[in-house]
Nanobody, 115 residues
């Protein structure tokens, strides 16, 4: 009942920036929170950033470098990633939590940071 489509991933050099976007469609009126996870081979999926209302939280590893924001008019959540490092390389997944507590995942977008 909800679809999430990520974009903005790619290859960037260390120290550079990327901005990920996640557009929601479907039952968008029921979205309570959105955010981002990432996963690298051999590791479990890790919470990167979350936004619920006007509140945000971040993983310790990205706080101060990444910023999550949303544009409700466009049904879009963003992840601005600055000062990227090689260990930020991962598949990044958008997620959304609905008011009925059902969660949905996007398909993922690859971010690769070269040293």
């Amino acid at each position: 009942q909800l679809q999430l489509v990520e974009s903005g991933g790619g290859l960037v050099q260390a120290g550079g920036s990327l901005r990920l976007s996640c557009v929601a469609s479907g039952n968008i009126d029921s979205i309570n929170a959105m955010g981002w996870y990432r996963q690298t081979p051999g590791k479990q999926r890790e919470l990167v950033a979350q936004i619920s209302g006007r509140n945000t939280n971040y993983a310790d590893s990205v706080e101060g470098r990444f910023t999550v924001s949303r544009d409700n008019a466009k049904n879009t959540v963003y992840l601005q990633m600055n000062s990227l490092q090689p260990n930020d390389t991962a598949a990044y997944y958008c997620y959304a939590l609905l008011s009925n507590l059902r969660g949905y995942w996007g398909q993922g977008t690859q971010v690769t940071v070269s040293s």
